[in-house]
């Protein structure tokens, strides 16, 4: 990855507030940070699947 597009994403990190890892950004949602619960996790992945309208629950 080019220094520029390095630099680009750590400014956008920045922005979001992450000062640390792990940090799960799934489409414009709140970064989760730390180490979330399955059921966060999953609670965060179906609803961005709603937005986008490609929610299936299996």
Same mark, same amino acid.
């Given at each position: 990855?080019?220094?520029?597009?390095?630099?680009?994403?750590?400014?956008?990190?920045?922005?979001? %507030?992450?000062?640390?890892?792990?940090?799960? #950004?799934?489409?414009?949602?709140?970064?989760? @940070? %730390?180490?979330?619960?399955?059921?966060?996790? #999953?609670?965060?992945?179906?609803?961005?699947? @709603?937005?986008?309208?490609?929610?299936?629950?299996?």
């Amino acid at each position: 990855m080019p220094a520029a597009a390095v630099r680009t994403r750590l400014e956008q990190v920045r922005r979001l %507030g992450v000062t640390g890892v792990p940090v799960f #950004l799934i489409e414009n949602l709140p970064p989760l @940070t %730390g180490s979330p619960t399955e059921t966060t996790l #999953l609670a965060a992945l179906r609803q961005a699947a @709603t937005t986008k309208g490609e929610h299936r629950d299996q």
